[in-house]
């Protein structure tokens, strides 16, 4: 796991590691510290008698958010932080390892479990390298390549949304607690289903190009109010990343800029843009609950997501209704607790509790999503606002009750 | 109802109701050409033939914020109309009433619906007079008192709160379409309740006052991210209008500054706050379905809200599970639709619709509700940093699942 | 000179007289209160043994800058101020007026002579009254008028600007110390002067009309740094309260909106305006010593200035090279003290000195100066971007040195 | 001249080089292509025949503020171009000095002249590179050094200032168009003095430290309005990396944090600050022309300046009225126009003269000047605010006039 955190940084130089583009995003060599000192604090230095820091700056520079873990460095000025250099925190990353390696087989139970939640926290921060990365070149006006393009199999345009029909009742959601996963995923719990249905794909590019050319980001009736401000106040009038080329657009991913695939799903748009589009399709998002259960069966470690440091991007769906990898679905559910939820003892309590106000749950994976880090009942969480993830859309609609 | 909104205005100066103190508040004036031009535009343009506006410019001025009504002064500076007067406006009102009484024997049945409509859309506006008021009072630096203080009867403590156990399963919650209701309170649907427990009073300002002692303020662990960033930004230590005098606290109303009463429920807080609390004292808030269940039966003209232009406040409780009046209650709730929404058709589907992001659901009416107005399903909803209205908080707990 | 205030005042509202346009701005009641705040504090309460204050919360109310006067309120805030009415606060002026009236005749000198500083002091806010009271009509998307407009004769357009040679060479400048003057004035002081020309008249509406018809405000290459930032991040394109109606021009003004007169001398320019215009017109701004110099003969009590509560604006010339009245005119001079300059002991010491930086010194007086007020050593200042006061542009150019 | 800049490049990584850590701060990396782009457009493209651009899109990245040339990056975004690198830019830098080296034996006098003003205009970005490192590093919070400390001489405590007197009268300053000069340095011309006074040195941290101790950041009294709005939001207490340690205080420069030296100089005070310490001394600050003319006689490539990439800082006088070097002095002088101030034809034309506008003019270089670069007419200009660079303070103040 550790390997891969490390192959994403090796197209780039220590300046390209450095930069913060956005007090949303981190410098890449801040994701690659604050692994490492999630599992120096949590393991080594909290459950090996006589570790001793490797150096003492580090935990106020890469503590993330954990107030119980003391004072830290401003979230908006980690760009500041030129030196240690790159090759310092890839030597810190070896010694992190060396010393959890040395220790693992005399560790407690305790211990062990936050190294597999560390595991799973690298693979979170390893999505967030890739989108904060292709965030940085993406402001810079030569918009580098930061992959050279993959080889694509040209894919037929999906046919039309086909709808999953489900008569509404009780079902149950959550985790289970059988193997690995994060407190809000928990508990598992019933839930009411109302009848709905829920689309077999997401919305692709073609189809965005469409709601644009219908004004669809002018006329105010499709938007929520925050929405149509932001619209206004940001001047947006197309997902991040694309821009007008002639009859068409382009977009900029981590292989540059290239023309927008029409048969690809959308990616880079916000909750207000999917709920917009949405309701320009006389339809609605659906809820997390909907979408657990149509994807109860789906395979979390299927479909289109990241298996190695290489331009992922999401793809044209060869059929079937996935509901795994290309894009994190947005759904229609504000991020708050399940009934029953409880966080975590100590500092890492404060891993997912305390954010559950003001952003939406969305669900499903993406291709920047490690293979393997995924489960169906995964809350992934943002502001409505923010787009630089690889966020898109799947529509659902009411059906009449019997 | 509209003699109640010019009631409200008879303390008042042309200054006082003109000025704008934030802008989350509305000028007096505007609240009183608001809900003039809301039945100036949906029944007597709309409705009643070869109808002249009473001024041309008033539709610019004083439209909210519906954009299929067309343009508009802009929110933020509503404060700076100094003309028309506030007499004028008052003689607008009475244009209205007059053309509308005059029409009404001979108005379709969609126009006396939209008269309905309006009557409770000016209630709502009769709490937000009150507010914004207290609010532009309050930044005066020499506090005037808008009325003169009620003889209140002393009352005992409320005792230690006691808690309403639920065991789960089926319910259902909604406005059943039978008299008025807002869309949003609908459509009635089943839904499911975990087992817990919901506390049969809000919670006090002595309690409040124990949480401040206690620290509650400064320390990270109560709060979610967004409460502790607002916290540190804005300075926050206590309820909005409180001061610390001495060993203890006052409070300004609208009936000047004074001491805390500490058996009152306390008000003035954000659902920030409200959480925080909750998190202290080891609960929860209950959602919003968990407080219709427990308020089912409550008869929603009950307890303390508006009946005339006084200087209402929350009061000590004389005893019983009162879920109605004093103060809105923040729930853990976003504000999303309910299965099956559909907002209305035209302007006024711009009413609840387009604000179903980013904001939190409060029930049960408050001091300043004119009675009358309320309805158990009533779904109330503000940003969770705003707590200029009349808003306080309720405990709820998780039982265990049998 | 007390009367005329009252009288400006007698257009408005209570509501008029409370709002606060923007924070440059002040309320009308405020400057009826502070000028009468200024006599009670300076000559009453420091003069007149026994004086008790009117009401012992208006020093904190009314002070506007003085340090040395202790806590006051923040001048952002002025417009929350609804109370005292503006009723109350002409009693105030009643008062304070009767009671400087009894004490006069066994005042001490200094107590004199801060009697003579406040009536100077309350003509600048008479200045400031007019103008912010513009700004707050201007701001009501109604644009009401404040005074009937006057019947003006028709005037012919100016011929081209005239030049008035000077060699250069040592003069002086400053005010001499008979009489009054402000501290800032003074001392009079010799100056050397470089050859130059100075024009005869201020710049025309009709000439700044063609300065837009060629792109003026398009054009980078005129406009100094700060102001080209300033145009593109305000959107700045005409003179402030100018809108394009067909063809031609309209300016908002006391009188309301109306067509702009070619013929009468710009005003509610910018420095960076006034600048920008020169350098376009091949020209420069004067220095405040050549403008002195040149206007060192003219009676500045000429000219078109205020002597009533009327709809004062600047006016067509009717010839001769006027330098007096109508606009006041930006020089290129920097407001910085005079050689030996001293600030005044006290509180009133903070009248001027303190303000010395980052303002440019504007000579000449306006239409909205009350005439009397000013002499030709008089210096204003306000910031470059600033311009919502009755100012203007007069040019000048080098001269070779023989 | 050229191997200076790369050899301040030396300590620095390609990070170090490439983060921009305010918006007044470029990237090293930036100084270094900025600077040769200088050389690149106005000498190779426009002056030899057939040259092709060494990389297309550098004129988009490092253009500074000339208008003239067309689009560029956006100032505050320079830090976003992580590539190209600081290895490609040194090539570029590489190519341009070979194509002008080349080049040079056939340029005709006006590119040859634009070489001997790209030199002097990559001297002043030598200085800005020094300073704008200085503030990179020391934002980061481990606050690394750049350079060694150098040994240094003990030096004695200087004595009081000596007041070095002057009786006015006409005197010439200005460039008198010898040898090379910046437009604005002239034309020369004639001033009128009044008599003053102008202290022999500088002042030193030791009695900067006294001026602290005695409250001067807390006391209204010796601020302009401006400072004191600015002391108060910004929360101002000390210069620029000062930081209280015991009973003393310590600095950050280029060989990291020490103790400050109250013998040397004081540094990194802005406009506002070195006001209000004259002020708190009873003197004032010079004009730039009693500066000029006092400084008449010294020799500008002496005293403390930049002569190699070392740790260069103000140092202890070792006496002598030096004028020269150590700091930048304030003087109390807006930055605008001499008599007569014409600027270049072309885009060098915007090297000054658009600047003119709420700066003032500091005087006498400082010890990150490259010794060569000074002139006694040169005239450096900040905003009042700013104090990353090293600014000091000299007093002046009035003589009686005979």
Redesign the interface.
């Known amino acids: 796991m550790r390997a891969l955190t490390e192959a994403l940084a090796t197209p780039l130089?220590?300046?390209?590691?450095?930069?913060q583009?956005m007090p949303d995003a981190s410098p890449a060599k801040w994701h690659l510290a604050h692994t490492t000192w999630f599992f120096e604090t949590f393991v080594l230095r909290d459950h090996v008698p006589g570790y001793t820091l490797f150096d003492e700056?580090y935990p106020?520079?890469f503590n993330s958010?954990y107030?119980?873990e003391g004072a830290r460095?401003a979230r908006h000025?980690r760009?500041?932080?030129?030196?240690?250099?790159?090759a310092e925190v890839l030597d810190y990353r070896r010694a992190v390892n060396e010393a959890v390696a040395g220790a693992i087989d005399t560790l407690p139970p305790a211990a062990l479990e936050l190294i597999e939640l560390g595991c799973h926290h690298e693979q979170q921060h390893q999505e967030l390298f890739v989108t904060d990365i292709l965030h940085?070149?993406s402001?810079?006006?030569?918009e580098?390549a930061i992959h050279t393009p993959e080889r694509k199999q040209p894919v037929a345009m999906p046919g039309p949304i086909g709808w999953i029909e489900h008569d509404g009742g009780?079902q149950e959601i959550g985790h289970d607690g059988a193997g690995f996963a994060f407190d809000c995923e928990g508990p598992r719990?019933?839930?009411?289903l109302?009848p709905?249905a829920i689309a077999d794909r997401t919305v692709t590019n073609g189809e965005w190009a469409a709601f644009i050319a219908d004004g669809g980001y002018a006329d105010?009736?499709h938007?929520?109010?925050?929405?149509?401000a932001w619209v206004k106040a940001e001047g947006i009038g197309a997902p991040l990343y694309w821009e007008k080329a002639g009859d068409g657009w382009t977009r900029f991913g981590l292989d540059g800029r290239r023309p927008v695939d029409p048969a690809a799903p959308v990616t880079h748009v916000s909750?207000?843009e999917a709920?917009a589009y949405a309701s320009w399709a006389g339809a609605?998002l659906p809820t997390e609950a909907e979408w657990e259960v149509a994807a109860a069966t789906a395979d979390p470690a299927s479909g289109n997501q990241m298996d190695a440091a290489t331009a992922v991007e999401p793809r044209p769906s060869s059929g079937g209704p996935a509901f795994i990898g290309d894009v994190w679905e947005w759904t229609?559910?504000?991020y708050?607790?399940y009934?029953?939820f409880r966080a975590a003892e100590g500092a890492v309590g404060e891993y997912n509790g305390?954010?559950?106000?003001?952003q939406?749950v969305l669900r499903g994976g993406s291709c920047a999503t490690p293979r393997g880090h995924l489960r169906t009942s995964y809350r992934n969480f943002f502001y409505?606002h923010q787009r630089w993830q690889f966020t898109g859309v799947r529509l659902a609609k009411?059906l009449p009750?019997c």
């Open positions: 130089s220590d300046a390209d590691a450095t930069v583009s700056r106020f520079l958010y107030e119980a460095h000025r760009g500041m932080v030129t030196r240690p250099t790159l940085l070149f402001e810079n006006p030569c580098p009780i719990h019933r839930v009411l109302s709905h105010a009736r938007w929520l109010a925050d929405g149509w909750f207000y709920d609605r229609g559910s504000a708050r607790p009934p029953g305390k954010f559950m106000s003001g939406f409505p009411d009750i």
